[in-house]
């Protein structure tokens, strides 16, 4: 083969490999900005993880979560290890959220195995959320998450509600797009080895 022919492969070669670095993603790239929580008001639309950063890649199995309730009270998952923990993303301007708080709230009040903790999702303040609250109490306790950070040992958010079972042994077990009634999760508890709807927690505790 002419040396020309030869020196124009190897340069084709270089040129190929060169491309292929300049065109591959960034191992920290985010796939998917920061959820609009006003574009899924219905909360019918489709939910998708967001691609987090690797630097001590978040642990969805075991998810982690430290927040301050409205109460002004600490609120840690790790903590509540022995109970089933209903996570519930929502916010005042969301339809459906508002449709299944009531049943939530009983849920966790007639169930001593299982407690909820309600995440708004929203841009708003405190004294906003009280008030509105005072409106339509809920047992639990609720608190304020950043749309634009929101927990990353969860699902970004992608239409609301959003609802994740937590296991007693920390395993999120499983997620609910839109709304959810309290037979839906005490069957789904039951379907995780827990006890079935309508049944206390003998064994848990």
């Not at 060169?18 to 909360?43: T, V």
């Amino acid at each position: 083969m002419p040396m020309r022919h030869v020196l124009a492969a190897c340069l084709a070669a270089m040129l190929l490999a060169a491309c292929q670095r300049e065109g591959a993603p960034a191992p920290d790239q985010d796939a998917a900005g920061p959820a609009n929580p006003a574009a899924a008001d219905d909360g019918a639309t489709a939910a998708g993880d967001r691609v987090t950063p690797d630097r001590a890649a978040p642990d969805r199995e075991f998810p982690a979560l430290v927040v301050t309730t409205l109460d002004g009270e600490r609120y840690d998952l790790a903590e509540r290890r022995g109970r089933w923990v209903v996570v519930n993303f929502w916010a005042t301007w969301c339809a459906p959220c508002l449709k299944e708080m009531p049943e939530l709230s009983a849920l966790d009040a007639m169930r001593e195995h299982v407690e909820v903790i309600g995440l708004a999702y929203e841009d708003t303040d405190a004294d906003t959320l009280r008030a509105f609250l005072a409106e339509r109490p809920v047992v639990y306790p609720v608190a304020i998450v950043d749309v634009y950070q929101p927990p990353e040992y969860f699902p970004t958010p992608r239409g609301l509600p959003l609802t994740v079972l937590v296991a007693p042994d920390g395993r999120a077990v499983k997620t609910f797009l839109g709304p959810v009634t309290a037979l839906e999760l005490e069957q789904a508890i039951e379907a995780a080895g827990g006890p079935a709807p309508g049944q206390a927690a003998a064994q848990e505790g």
